[in-house]
Structure formats: structure tokens, C-alpha cells
């Protein structure tokens, strides 16, 4: 089994910083991609930063310059560091994992319960 936890949300005003963390434990033989998605109310899901394993990062055009993705293999952990919120990036943020249990095994993908981010202005 795999667990991933995030953390980091809350209320902010708009101009304000948060930072986000999503922590995987459990059965883990290696991670691969990780990413952050968000879903405000009546919109789909869409994706804000991913990170590959050998640190590549991408970014949605509406969050470029201002969010910054970052991974701590040790601990299993992606971040995602919000600045100059607005409010429009109010939102439920969700992380993403790709996981391999085992040396046999295919690649999974894993998702947090969501963390909810709200900008006032």
C-alpha cells in the first residue's frame, strides 16, 4: 500500500506565499514523476508543475514565474512554493506520484485527499 499526504494549504491574501508538501510512504521501490494538479469549483482538473526524476520541471502558463516545483528523494517529498497568489489560483490542490512498488512491478500513479488553497482579495 501507498499513502500520499499533502499539506501547506490554507488562506491567504492575494500577493501572499504558501508553500505546499505532499509526502509518499508505504510500499515504494521508486518514484518517478511527480506532480501538482489543482480543481477549482465547476472547473476539471488541470496540471500546475510536474517534476521528473532527474529534476526536469514544467509548468501551466498561468503559474510560470510565480510557483516553483521541487522534490526531496530521500524523503519521498514534492514541494510547491506559491508566490504572488491570486485569486484565481484558489483552488483544491491535489498531488500526483508515479510509483513502482517493486523491481517487477509497472508504474502507478498515486493521489493526495487535496488540500484546499484560497486567495482573497
Known amino acids: 500500500q501507498v499513502q500520499v499526504v499533502e499539506s501547506g494549504g490554507g488562506l491567504v491574501q492575494a500577493g501572499g506565499s504558501l508553500r505546499l508538501s505532499c509526502a509518499a510512504s508505504?510500499?515504494?521501490?521508486?518514484?518517478?514523476?511527480m506532480g501538482w494538479y489543482r480543481q477549482a469549483p465547476g472547473k476539471q482538473r488541470e496540471l500546475v508543475a510536474a517534476?521528473?526524476?532527474?529534476?526536469?520541471?514544467s509548468y501551466a502558463d498561468s503559474v510560470k514565474g510565480r510557483f516553483t516545483i521541487s522534490r526531496d528523494n530521500a524523503k519521498n517529498t514534492v514541494y510547491l512554493q506559491m508566490n504572488s497568489l491570486k485569486p484565481e489560483d484558489t483552488a483544491v490542490y491535489f498531488c500526483?506520484?508515479?510509483?513502482?512498488?517493486?523491481?517487477?512491478?509497472?508504474?502507478?500513479?498515486?493521489w493526495g485527499q487535496g488540500t484546499q488553497v484560497t486567495v482573497s482579495s
Open positions: 517534476i521528473t526524476s532527474i529534476g526536469t520541471t
Open positions: 500526483n506520484i508515479e510509483v513502482k512498488r517493486a523491481k517487477w512491478s509497472t508504474w502507478m500513479d498515486y
Open positions: 508505504g510500499s515504494i521501490f521508486s518514484i518517478n514523476d
